[in-house]
């Protein structure tokens, strides 16, 4: 979608916003001279779905009960702004597995929201893998509404210099005896900026709520970022919810083994990034689509 001239009537999110802190939205828009957006007419709309529908950019889905899908999105790497909006009902016993790929794009803008809302025993599995852009903003919303539904988040993020992710997500337990797996993995580079943002909400009525979320990063220079926030907002008492976050350096007893055994450096570190990641990406069933994404991986890192 290429930065045409026409009025957003509406205004974006920039640094002031908590939520978007590490993320300007709004700087990122004008930096492409779309004219700048005046005070919003409907405050509350979501300002990515707000985008996308003012470029009439929003996708809907809808499972039948039992019903399985794989949907593969992959996002063209064009200049310019592209803002897609995306809703999904997973209807009972329904299973959704979507697959998100964002290659590297050094003049683009990139805002996705995907809203899951998931009915009683219904599955829902995500996997992201994103390499970056200008602007890159990959939101998911999940909504557990019949009790026993499952979600499993998973997302890699491979960024170097110029490149900018942000991977924010939500998971809403309403009821009760809902699973959510939650594992992000990524490295930065040198000018690389990653952000990582996950929340679980569990009401008050939704017992026996289990939610694990996990979030690794690798700094791969001094000049790299990473920026995370993991939270958990509990009314309800009887449930297993955790998180864990961590950001370092790739282990240097394990590339020390590896040099020792006559393995060049820049192989070995490409080896345990792709090791570090690998478990973001195991959820794929589709062996050719699982090593088609471990390719693209393996070219970011021998770069």
Known sequence: MGAAKAAIPFALPNRRVEAWKWSDLARSVEALALTP?????????????ALAQFYGRNDSLSLAPGETLLRVERIDPQAGLTAKGFEALVARDAHLHRVVIQPFAADAVIALHGRIVLEAG????QTILAFGARFCRIETEIVHQGAGAQARLNAAYLVGDGAHVDLTSLAAHHIDHGVTRQITKGAARAGGKAVFQGKFYV???????????????????????????????IYAD?????????IGALDGQALFYLRQRGMPLAAARALLIEAHIAAALEDIE???LQESLRLE??????A
């Open 203 to 233: 009401a008050r009525g939704a017992q026996k709520t289990d939610a694990q979320m996990s979030h690794d990063g690798l700094l791969l220079d001094e000049r790299a970022e990473i920026n995370s926030k993991p939270e958990l907002e």
């Open 122 to 125: 219904a599955r829902y599995t």
């Open 238 to 246: 009887d449930v297993a919810c955790a998180h864990g976050n961590s």
């Open 286 to 288: 589709d062996e050719a």
């Open 37 to 49: 957006p005046p005070a919003a007419p409907h405050p509350t709309l979501h300002p990515i779905l």
């Open 297 to 302: 991986a393996r070219s970011w890192l021998t």
